[in-house]
């Protein structure tokens, strides 16, 4: 399949940016490009764009792209390690960085790649194609670790009973496919969840997290991009969860707080100054528009940070 992805909340993302023509810019989640290719369209010919991204089939979409455009530069990696690209680069500093956090509309809509469960297909999950799978995760953690990751990286309240009935099937047969898990889920939830949107949803959110490292790659990648930016450097991040977005609110308001001392110190003793300032205090949500061209950008959350 070809890899185009509609890229969610575009223009706003591109504004929040606030692009200089001879900027140095980071797109850490390149995809097919989309954002990528409208950052480029801002850039002089002094200007540089530097695409990332740890998907093997992304990292060739974007390369042919962007292949006769001297202002890019495409390298495969996952976002959390920019610093040490930029670095191999010869650059110290960017004027900004965007993140779009999550699972691709390609990775979704392609069967083999297992991240869907209205595919029957491999139960893969895996966004670098190398390492761990799904199915290494299903067939050889215990109930307890099932549980906790199915509960907190999905915030699954039947997280119990679902990795109880994984626990019990594996011993039946080995659990290889999308179809065969999310029948398990199925099975196990009571029959009014099953009304409530696929049940499967949920577990294969918290097993997609789990097989990437998703949330810690996003702290890593946002520490690297508060030491990256420049000053008045902008970091752009969309998110699509509950958890991402907790993650990257925390940390913003963290950069934005100054003194934390008790307020009965007659003097400031610790020391700590703002590191920037939120550009705008809520995050932006898809328009109506959006949401009637791709259904898909309807749980989508822009925040943006510039460091001072």
């Known amino acids: 399949m070809e890899f185009s992805h509609i890229p969610v909340l575009l223009n706003e993302t591109i504004d929040a940016l606030n692009i200089k023509p ?20 801002r850039l002089s010919a002094n200007g540089k764009l530097i695409s990332i991204d740890q998907d093997p089939s992304a990292i060739a979409a974007v390369t042919e792209r962007f292949k006769d455009d001297n202002r890019s530069v495409v390298v495969q990696s996952n976002f959390s390690r920019m610093a040490q690209v930029a670095r191999q680069l010869g650059i110290e500093a960017v004027d900004g960085i965007l993140l779009d956090i999550g ?6 809509d392609t069967p083999e790649r297992g991240f869907s469960f209205h595919s029957d297909a491999p139960l893969d999950m895996r966004m670098s194609q190398s390492g761990t799978t799904a199915a290494d995760l299903v067939n050889g953690l215990g109930f307890e670790e099932l549980r906790r990751i199915i509960s907190l990286y999905g915030e699954e309240k039947f ?9 019990k099937r594996r011993e039946q047969e080995k659990i290889e496919t999308t179809f065969q898990l999310a029948e398990i889920i199925k099975q196990s939830v009571p029959a009014a969840k099953r009304r409530d949107g696929h049940p499967a949803r949920k577990t294969f959110q918290a097993l997609r997290i789990a097989v990437n490292g998703e949330l810690d790659r996003l702290e890593e990648g946002l520490d690297a991009a508060l030491s990256l930016l420049s000053s008045g450097g902008r970091l752009a991040v969309i998110t699509f969860h509950s958890l991402e977005d907790r993650i990257t609110k925390k940390k913003m308001q963290q950069w934005c707080t100054g003194c934390t001392c008790p307020k009965d110190f007659p003097v400031c003793v610790c020391g700590n100054k703002p590191k920037g300032r939120l550009v705008f205090r809520k995050p932006v949500e898809a328009s109506l528009a959006e949401l009637n061209k791709n259904p898909r950008s309807r749980s989508a959350k822009l925040r943006c940070f510039e460091k001072m």
């Open 103 to 108: 699972v691709s509309s390609v990775q979704l």
């Open 159 to 167: 997280a119990s009973s679902i990795a109880h009935a994984i626990v």
């Open 22 to 41: 001879d900027g140095i810019y980071i797109d850490g989640t390149a995809g097919g490009g989309g954002h990528s290719a409208e950052i480029l369209k």
